[in-house]
């Protein structure tokens, strides 16, 4: 066979593979790629927060939660490498998806993932006392 023939039956034999897996629906095909699944029924999800130096950090939260008490925690609990701390939660913006997210909004609307973290870019607002520092 010539290289343009063994080259057009692969070809062939892919299109028809791609064809089979278009025509088998999910549930009965193997795992073909390591991607992490759909969110599946947790009660938690991973936040990691991304600021602009590219410092992240992340923390489990309750799909209940809302952005309020994950903004307060963070807070709380605030780590040094993403620099110094903020007066209030309300000196927090949080980005997702290409927008601001609500201080009502749970949790629950930004999982994708069951088994990785979510990435947030978390916006800080300085106040003129953290400036002087």
Same mark, same amino acid.
């Given at each position: 066979?010539?290289?343009?023939?063994?080259?057009? &039956?692969?070809? @062939? #034999? !892919?299109?028809?593979?791609?064809?089979m897996l278009r025509k088998t629906p999910s549930s009965e095909r193997g795992s073909i790629d390591?991607?992490? &699944?759909?969110? @599946? #029924? !947790?009660d938690e999800v991973q936040l990691t927060f991304l600021i602009p130096s590219n410092e992240r950090h992340t923390q489990t939260f309750n799909i209940s939660d809302t952005v309020q008490h994950a903004k307060q925690t963070l807070l709380d609990n605030w780590p040094?490498?993403?620099g110094p701390k903020p007066a209030s939660p309300s000196d927090l913006k949080l980005l997702y998806g290409g927008n601001f997210l609500d201080n009502n909004t749970t949790l629950d609307a930004v999982k994708r993932y069951a088994d990785a973290p979510t990435v947030v870019h978390l916006m800080i607002s300085r106040g003129k006392a953290s400036e002087k520092e």
């Open positions: 066979m010539t290289q343009l023939g063994a080259d057009t &039956t692969n070809l @062939e #034999a !892919t299109v028809r593979g791609e064809q390591s991607r992490p &699944t759909e969110a @599946e #029924a !947790t040094v490498q993403l």
